[in-house]
C-alpha cells in the first residue's frame, strides 16, 4: 500500500492511518525545494584514524594534534574545550559549563555533568523588579553568573580516561590565546557584540568595561586577518595548566572572579568556587528502531525529552514518508509538543527534584501519548499537558564530537548560555561569565529567553543547577558497534536538532552531510507552533500544516550540528554544519 501523496495528510486521512500502521511503504524521498541552501549531497570530510567536528576551525585543529600524539578521544576534548574558550568566545568557556557522554571502544560508557549552579547567596525571587516581573538582571552583568564548572568537568574526565599529560592539553590554548589570525565569523561576532553593549545606557555599559577592553580594543572588533592577542587569559590558562582546578576556583583567578563580583553585584564567593564538584552520571539509554541511544540525563533534559519524542515516533514509518511532507513534520510536532510538556514540567535537578523518568521512557508511556495524536489534526498546545502525574518537589552553545583511532567516542556540549554570556569579563583574568541563572525558571510560568515557559521543578535554589537542553549523543548501531556522534547548539532547539540527526539516519540513511545539511523543524509546546527553517519546506508542505490547524513561523537557522558516522569497515565520516563556521578534519585522511 502507498502512503498519501507528496502534498500531505489533507483529504487522505485514512490512507495515511493505514499506511503508517502497516509498515508499508514506497521509497523514500529526500527532495527539499530548491531554494533550500545547503546540499545533501555534500562529500563529509573522511579518516580512518581519528575524527574532529567543531564549529571553530582552530578547535579542529588542536583536537586532530592531540589525535596525532596517540593522545585518546578524552583527551581530544579536553584540549579542544579549552582552545574554544579562547577562539570562539561567544560560547567556548572556561566561564561556563557543559556536559560530555563518553563512550570507550570496551563497551564502557558515562555521562558527565559539569553543569553551573547557582551561588549559595541566589534566592527565588532575586530576579523579580518591584512589580513581581522579572527584569534583565538574569541575562546581563555580574549577578547572571552561576558558578562556572567547565575547568573542573575537564580535570574530572582526564582524571578518570585521560592519558597525555594535564599540562599538555592546555598548552595548544595558551599558544592560540598568546595569538592567532582573526578568521570572518569571529570578526562578525564581535562586531555584534560592540553592537549589542552599545544599546544599553553608559551607565549599564560601564558594567562591560572588561570586556571591552578584551575583545573590543580601540573600540571596535579587531580585523580579519589580524592578530588577536589575549595575555590575561593566557595567564589564567597557565594557572591552569600547572595547577589544575585549584588554578580556577582558588588562588589569583578565584580572587579576580570575586572580586568582581563585588563590583558589579554578583554574589559568587570563594566558598562557591571552592565547593563547585562535577558530577558523573548513568546516562539516559533508550532503542530507536534497533539502535541505542545514549545521552545526557538531568539535570539536562535533553536525554530525557528526546527519548520521549523517539519513543512516540517509533510507532509510525518516517522512511516510508517524503522528507518534505505534511505527514511527517505533523507527526515530528505532535511528538515534540508532547514531551516538551512533560520536560516543562517535571525535570529538574536530581539533587533537588524527584523525576518520573522510567515512566517517561516507558514505551507503554510513549504508546498513551501516541494514542492522543491526531493524524488528520493539530491538537492545541492548550490541550496538551504533562501527563505522568501530579509533580513530587522532593543560545550561546557549541558542541562538538570526536572519535579516536581506537573508537573511542566524546560528545560534548558547553556553553554560557547566551552569545557572549553575561557580557562581563573578569578584569585580570580574560575570560567570560555566563549567563546560565536565566535557564532558572525565574518566575515559574514565564517564559525565559527561549520562550520556555518552565515550573517548580526548575525554580532556583541556592547551590541547584539549572536545568539545561544539551543533547550530546552517542548511538551504537544494531551490532553495538559505534556508529554515530551528534550533538548541537541552540536552547531547547538542541533537542529537537539532535533527534532529527538521529532519525535522519536512521530512517532516512542519510550521509553525515546529509544529516547535518538536511532542513530541521521545531516544537517546545509553548508558544504554540512549528517553528521551520527557511527555504527548507515547500509552500504546499507550509500550507498543509497551516490546514491541520498548525501555527507556522519560519526562520533562517536551527542548531548547528557536528556530526561522525562510523561505516561497517570502520571508515569515519564527519560533517561541520554550514550554518556555522566549523570543521570538520580527520587524521590520516583519505
Not at 567556548?92 to 557543559?98: L, P, Q, S
Request: glycine content about 10%; proline content about 7%.
Amino acid at each position: 500500500m502507498a502512503v498519501a501523496r507528496r502534498t500531505g495528510l489533507v483529504g487522505a486521512p485514512l490512507l495515511v492511518v493505514a499506511a503508517l500502521l502497516s509498515g508499508c511503504a514506497e521509497p523514500t524521498r529526500l527532495s527539499v525545494p530548491a531554494e533550500w541552501p545547503f546540499d545533501l549531497e555534500a562529500t563529509p570530510a573522511v579518516a580512518r584514524d581519528g575524527m574532529v567536528v567543531t564549529a571553530d576551525r582552530y578547535a579542529t585543529d588542536v583536537g586532530v594534534e592531540i589525535l596525532a600524539r596517540d593522545g585518546n578521544a578524552v583527551d581530544a576534548a579536553v584540549a579542544t574545550s579549552f582552545a574554544l574558550a579562547v577562539t570562539y568566545p561567544t560560547a567556548g568557556n572556561i566561564g561556563g559549563g557543559g556536559f560530555m557522554v563518553v563512550r570507550l571502544a570496551e563497551g564502557t560508557t558515562a555521562a558527565l555533568d559539569y553543569r553551573e549552579t547557582a551561588p549559595l547567596a541566589a534566592t527565588r525571587d532575586m530576579y523579580l523588579e518591584p512589580d513581581g516581573n522579572p527584569g534583565d538582571r538574569s541575562l546581563y552583568g555580574p549577578l547572571a553568573a552561576g558558578v562556572p564548572g567547565t575547568v573542573r568537568g575537564l580535570w574530572e574526565a582526564h582524571r578518570r580516561f585521560g592519558t597525555l599529560d594535564w599540562a599538555e592539553l592546555v598548552e595548544p590554548a595558551i599558544r592560540l590565546a598568546e595569538g592567532f589570525e582573526v578568521h570572518p565569523s569571529l570578526n562578525d561576532g564581535l562586531t555584534a557584540l560592540a553592537r549589542r553593549i552599545g544599546e544599553f545606557e553608559p551607565a549599564r555599559r560601564a558594567q562591560f568595561q572588561g570586556t571591552l577592553d578584551q575583545f573590543l580594543p580601540g573600540g571596535v572588533p579587531p580585523a580579519i586577518g589580524t592578530v588577536f592577542r589575549q595575555p590575561d587569559l593566557a595567564h589564567t590558562l597557565r594557572r591552569i595548566a600547572e595547577q589544575g582546578p585549584a588554578g580556577f576556583y582558588g588562588g589569583e583567578t578565584a580572587r579576580l572572579i570575586v572580586a568582581e563580583m563585588k563590583r558589579g553585584g554578583g554574589v559568587i564567593t570563594l566558598r562557591d568556587l571552592d565547593r563547585y564538584t562535577a558530577e558523573w552520571r548513568e546516562p539516559i539509554v533508550f532503542d530507536y528502531r534497533g539502535y541505542t541511544v545514549i545521552s545526557m540525563p538531568p539535570v539536562s533534559s535533553g536525554g530525557a525529552t528526546m527519548a520521549e519524542i523517539a519513543n512516540i515516533l517509533e510507532g509510525y514509518r518516517l522512511d516510508g514518508m517524503p522528507f518534505d511532507s505534511v505527514e511527517r513534520v505533523h507527526l515530528l510536532a505532535e511528538a515534540m509538543k508532547r514531551a516538551f510538556s512533560d520536560r516543562n514540567t517535571y525535570l529538574g535537578d536530581p539533587a533537588f527534584v524527584r523525576m518520573p523518568l522510567p515512566r517517561m521512557l516507558s514505551d507503554d508511556y510513549a504508546a498513551e501519548r501516541r494514542s492522543e495524536i491526531d493524524v488528520a489534526a493539530a491538537t492545541p498546545s492548550s490541550a496538551v499537558g504533562p501527563a505522568l502525574g501530579p509533580v513530587d518537589h522532593g543560545s550561546d552553545t557549541t558542541h562538538f564530537s570526536i572519535v579516536d583511532r581506537r573508537r573511542n567516542a566524546v560528545a560534548v556540549t558547553t556553553t554560557i548560555n547566551t552569545g557572549f554570556g553575561s557580557l562581563v569579563t573578569v578584569p585580570g583574568a580574560g575570560f567570560l561569565l555566563n549567563n546560565e541563572m536565566d535557564d532558572f525558571a525565574v518566575r515559574p510560568g514565564s517564559p525565559n529567553v527561549f520562550g520556555l515557559v518552565q515550573g517548580e521543578a526548575n525554580a532556583i535554589v541556592a547551590g541547584k543547577r539549572m536545568l539545561s537542553s544539551m543533547t550530546p549523543t552517542i548511538v551504537l548501531d544494531r551490532q553495538q558497534e559505534l556508529w554515530l556522534v551528534t550533538g548541537s547548539p541552540d536552547g531547547p532547539r538542541i533537542i529537537t536538532a539532535v533527534l532529527q540527526s538521529l532519525s535522519n539516519a536512521v530512517d532516512y540513511r542519510m550521509s553525515a552531510s546529509a544529516l547535518v545539511n538536511a532542513p530541521r523543524v521545531h516544537h517546545q509546546h509553548l508558544p504554540d507552533r512549528i517553528v521551520v527553517e527557511r527555504g527548507g519546506f515547500s509552500p504546499a508542505t507550509l500550507e498543509g500544516l497551516r490546514a491541520l490547524g498548525h501555527a507556522i513561523e519560519e526562520e533562517s537557522s536551527m542548531g548547528e550540528v557536528q556530526a561522525i558516522l562510523v561505516s561497517p569497515d570502520g571508515t569515519l565520516s564527519g560533517a561541520a554544519d554550514p550554518r556555522g563556521s566549523g570543521l570538520a578534519r580527520g587524521l590520516q585522511s583519505l
